[in-house]
């Protein structure tokens, strides 16, 4: 754990060696272990690696986009560089804008990972916000998200052209919809790192609200917005509760409303602040070997807080379910072993 701070040229915090594990939602670490696990999960990841040739995916940018540098959008480039300097990441990856209507952005490679943003993107945020958005993409490379998140978009894209065979619907559905709840998670980490390059809780929750719909956040009651996740997590009718897991199932990313009251309340967090005070864990210090395990019961006593405080009645049923198997194994278990 480092305990000192260092302050970049911008005036904001920088984290040299930082571990993404200091930023990373319990649950998103909690599910990237049990995607890992999936049965054939290695298998598929390998042969769908050596099924597309990332050198190509590069080229294609690099014909079809604008890499950013000094002279072709240099307000990004300086985002860019000062991002890496906050998160210590080098080399510092190679960032491109193309011409779409819809506003996305996404880190992609499993060598050399890049970052794509949208012209849609790049004009609907402000100066903050595409710090913020760009601080998210290189959390996902800090990370090593590039990689899955790079298997997801090759094997939706493999699905598409499969359609009409069982594999669609059977063994690559499987591994798609773990994908697809691990990278929910996984957004969630990547707002942190995002907020981390920013330091303005403010300008992240703009972010959010222009992704949700927001023309103009002044606009916007910050209040009243915050309160529409409240109104949505604490939903007293099971119908609600089943059209809310109809709908997410197949979403790459996190609802906008909700997404943005998770990353406000880490803003507001001790484990904010300890990070910010240097508090953090570095990448020397990382045991990958021993890791998952902590992975799992971090995402585990997450989920076990989330569902002891959510009003949801489905969420309540499996919480009441499980106490009730885990009592019940528990007493199995008493009473075999002689306790």
């Known amino acids: 754990m480092s305990e000192t701070t260092e302050v970049s040229a911008t005036g904001r915090v920088r984290f040299p060696g930082i571990s993404p594990r200091a930023y990373e939602h319990p649950a998103d670490r909690g599910a990237l272990a049990t995607l890992r696990a999936v049965p054939g999960f290695a298998q598929v990841l390998k042969t769908i690696s050596g099924l597309f040739s990332e050198r190509g995916e590069r080229l ?3 014909a079809s986009a604008i890499r950013v540098g000094p002279s072709q959008y240099p307000e990004l480039d300086r985002l860019r ?5 906050v998160l210590d990441l080098d080399p510092v990856p190679n960032l491109f804008v193309a011409r779409e209507p819809d506003v996305q ?9 890049f970052i794509m943003l949208t012209t849609a993107c790049v004009e609907l945020m402000d100066q903050e916000g595409l710090r913020f958005v760009i601080g998210h993409e290189m959390g996902h490379i800090l990370s090593g998200h590039a990689v899955y998140r790079t298997m997801l978009l090759r094997l939706l894209n493999l699905q598409a052209s499969m359609s009409w065979t069982p594999v669609s619907a059977l063994g690559l559905r499987a591994i798609l919809a773990a994908l697809n709840e691990w990278f929910r998670k996984a957004e969630l980490s990547c707002d942190r790192a995002g907020l981390l390059c920013g330091q303005d809780p403010r300008a992240a929750l703009r972010a959010h609200i222009l992704l949700a719909g927001g023309a103009d956040p002044s606009k916007v009651d910050i209040q009243s917005f915050l309160q529409q996740a409240d109104e949505y ?3 007293d009718d099971i119908r ?7 709908y997410v199932e197949h979403m790459a990313h996190p609802l906008s409303v909700v997404r943005a009251a998770q990353l406000q309340r880490w803003a507001a967090s001790e484990d904010y602040r300890a990070v910010l005070a240097g508090q953090y864990q570095r990448r020397e210090d990382d045991s990958p070997a021993t890791d998952w395990t902590d992975d799992l019961k971090s995402a585990a006593q997450s989920y076990k807080e989330s569902f002891a405080t959510s009003a949801d009645p489905l969420v309540k049923l499996f919480s009441e379910v499980g106490g009730a198997v885990s009592g ?3 007493k199995v278990w008493s009473k075999f072993s002689g306790d």
Request: aromatic share 0%; with cysteine; charged share 25%.
């Open 105 to 113: 952005a996404m880190a992609l490679g499993l060598d050399e990972p």
């Open 233 to 235: 997590e604490s939903v």
């Open 328 to 330: 019940a194994a528990g």
């Open 81 to 85: 560089h000062e991002c890496a300097e």
């Open 240 to 246: 609600d509760s089943l059209h809310k897991l109809r």
């Open 60 to 62: 294609m940018a690099l």
